[in-house]
Nanobody, 119 residues
Framework: VQLQASGGGLVQAGGSLRLSCAAS????????MGWYRQAPGKQRELVAS???????NYGDSVKGRFTVSRDNAKKTVNLQMNSLKPEDTAVYYC??????????????WGQGTQVTVSS
């Protein structure tokens, strides 16, 4: 699986951005797609993910502001980010997690895209 992310950039606080990620290659039927982010000096953290059945999971800091969606036929995942805050500034990574069993999975990462929110 290969991932190609797009979107990101510079926006003022309170603004919006949309990230998109397209997967190519074969993906296990049981999977989740989503976004993680990493700010300088911090660990990578979950932003949002969505399973192939549409179940979503959000990081606490983005709940109510960000929305994740996916198109299974096109193998794409999108992240709509509204009401952006300076603390949302980070490199955002697209992720696909493929499950071979309930306890075993493989992660694939995209190249990362910078999101900068100015105050």
């Amino acid at each position: 699986v290969q991932l190609q992310a797009s979107g990101g950039g510079l926006v003022q606080a309170g603004g919006s951005l949309r990230l998109s990620c397209a997967a190519s290659g074969r993906i296990f039927s049981i999977n989740s797609m989503g976004w993680y982010r990493q700010a300088p000096g911090k660990q990578r953290e979950l932003v949002a993910s969505i399973t192939s059945l549409g179940s979503t999971n959000y990081g606490d800091s983005v709940k109510g502001r960000f929305t994740v969606s996916r198109d299974n036929a096109k193998k794409t995942v999108n992240l709509q980010m509204n009401s952006l805050k300076p603390e949302d500034t980070a490199v955002y990574y697209c992720n696909v997690r493929e499950y071979s069993s309930s306890s075993h999975y493989q992660d694939t990462w995209g190249q990362g895209t910078q999101v900068t929110v100015s105050s």
